[in-house]
């Protein structure tokens, strides 16, 4: 089978999203052998398109990973379904421990896992996510341009949330569940015309398969066509800890910190999208799939290089020396 797990590859990259698959491609044009171990759970599934991607705006998220996996293969890449528990060092390399007990190992390593997305606890909030539940107003606000958008308070970035969301509709109510505004806040929304609710939200109201309103906590329902809420952005990445890559906290959420290039303070391991980038769209994943990509291919070709020089300086060395006449 084509895409049978081999005991050993140039760079294993662990997960399967645009920026896995990205950085992917880069390495297996660039020759070098590499897996992509994608779990199959992409953020974006619950999505009906991706959007603001050049060429290419709208593709259903399925269809677009289905595209990017079928590139990788025709350079000789390979993807493989599975989950990675744990990755620990060995030698100048790595291995990556499946959860299904497969080991693989790898000169080099990728993460590009994702984040997971953790939503209030609110009743009807999850059901909803991706559909009329959103988060981004660059990824589903033309799709909910001109309809009446209510923004859920969950922390510091809420209030600019909605403040975006303004300009996609002139219908935004913003729920503050509790959190108290600052003044600057409550003036910026006042002036924009967005209404203040301080009630408790009970739940997302949903109707005939579609987002009816939020109801409040003395059954009040405004009615809302969608609803924003900014969640927790959480990275999938805890089988790193063994090699003492931990998450860095962040006001959003935590991420794994990295240099522009996708390198962290670990030898030998990059990470690049939403792993390392909260804010990052499709687009901007891939890009960094791709610059990641290509600095592994880059810093294998420096070793290898080492390797080979000091081969034949010692060549040289052991060659006799011929007394001359």
Not at 83 to 96: L, P, T
Not at 204 to 210: F, L, P, S
Not at 282 to 304: F, R, S, Y
Request: proline share 4%.
């Amino acid at each position: 089978m084509a895409d049978r797990l081999k005991n050993d590859y140039d760079v294993v990259v662990v997960g399967g999203g645009a920026a896995g698959l990205n950085g992917a491609l880069m390495l297996a044009r660039a020759r070098r052998s590499v897996v992509v171990i994608d779990a199959g759970t992409p953020r974006n599934a619950p999505a009906s398109g991706v959007h603001g991607l050049l060429a290419l705006d709208g593709t259903p998220p399925a269809e677009l990973l289905e595209r990017g996996r079928a590139e990788v293969r025709s350079y000789g890449g390979q993807v493989v379904s599975g989950s990675v528990d744990a990755v620990v060092r060995d030698d100048d390399g790595f291995v990556a421990e499946l959860a299904d007990g497969r080991r693989v190992r790898a000169r080099r390593l990728l993460v590009a896992t994702g984040l997971a997305d953790e939503l209030p606890d609110i009743p009807g909030l999850r059901a909803r996510w991706g559909r009329d539940v959103l988060h981004c107003p660059y990824c589903h606000g033309w799709e909910v341009r001109d309809q009446a958008i209510g923004v859920l308070a969950t922390g510091p970035v809420s209030v600019h949330q909605a403040l975006l969301f303004r300009q996609w509709s002139d219908d935004v109510v913003y729920f503050s569940r509790g959190i108290p505004l600052t003044e600057e806040q409550a003036e910026q929304l006042a002036a924009r015309d967005i209404r203040v609710v301080d009630d408790e939200v009970a739940a997302v109201e949903v109707a005939d398969d579609r987002l009816a309103g939020v109801r409040l906590g003395d059954g009040t329902v405004v009615g809302r066509d969608a609803v924003a809420v900014s969640p927790r952005m959480t990275t999938r990445a805890g089988f790193l800890a063994a090699l003492g890559l931990l998450s860095t906290d962040h006001p959003m959420g935590e991420y794994i910190s990295t240099d522009e290039t996708g390198r962290t303070d670990v030898p030998g391991v990059w990470v690049a999208g939403n792993a390392t980038d909260l804010v990052a769209q499709v687009g901007g994943a891939a890009a960094a799939g791709a610059m990641a990509g290509g600095q592994i291919n880059a810093d294998l070709v420096a070793e290898e290089t080492r390797v080979a020089v000091r081969a034949r300086r010692e060549s040289r060395s052991a060659e006799p020396v011929v007394a001359s006449r």
